[in-house]
């Protein structure tokens, strides 16, 4: 990967974490989470993972069905051990981190959408992208298509 894009960042990092709030929560209203993201912290996937709570929610871990705050953590995922699963008590419902948002349901690791939509903030091209994240053209493309259609600002 480039060096320039993991050195200390001089720019506010305030529209990454507007655009990742966006992407990961869909029809809540944005607000000053106070949760600053530095590129640094963000390749590790235990840092992306929490940052990930931290972002969508700010208050608390709480259902995605029934919004209720009574959650017990249910273990961690057997291919991605920093993905924490949960049970929501109210409605039984199970899920995980990223349940329902953007990041599910993907063969790529959190980390590298994370890395995507930070190349995109720097509007770098879907080939350069490509090229950082030594990815194939088409999954770069359909990556940022996903993105964009949650934070058109992205695009």
């Not at 929560?25 to 590790?44: A, C, E, K």
């Not at 608390?60 to 949960?86: L, M």
Request: proline share 4%; with cysteine; aromatic share 8%.
């Amino acid at each position: 990967m480039a060096q320039y894009a993991f050195r200390g960042v001089d720019k506010s990092p305030s529209l990454q974490e507007l655009v990742l709030h966006r992407a990961l929560v869909r029809s809540r209203s944005i607000g000053d989470t106070g949760v600053m993201i530095h590129i640094q912290s963000l390749i590790d996937d235990a840092k992306c993972f929490e940052t990930v709570r931290a972002l969508r929610w700010p208050n608390g871990v709480c259902c995605p069905r029934c919004e209720s705050f009574e959650i017990t953590k249910q273990g961690r995922d057997d291919t991605q051990p920093e993905r924490q699963r949960y049970l929501c008590q109210s409605c039984e419902r199970r899920f995980d981190d990223l349940t329902d948002t953007i990041f599910a349901g993907h063969h790529q690791p959190l980390r590298v959408w994370i890395l995507c939509l930070y190349f995109m903030g720097l509007n770098l091209s879907n080939h350069q992208i490509a090229k950082e994240l030594d990815l194939n053209k088409d999954d770069v493309h359909q990556m940022t298509s996903q993105l964009c259609s949650r934070s058109p600002c992205l695009c």
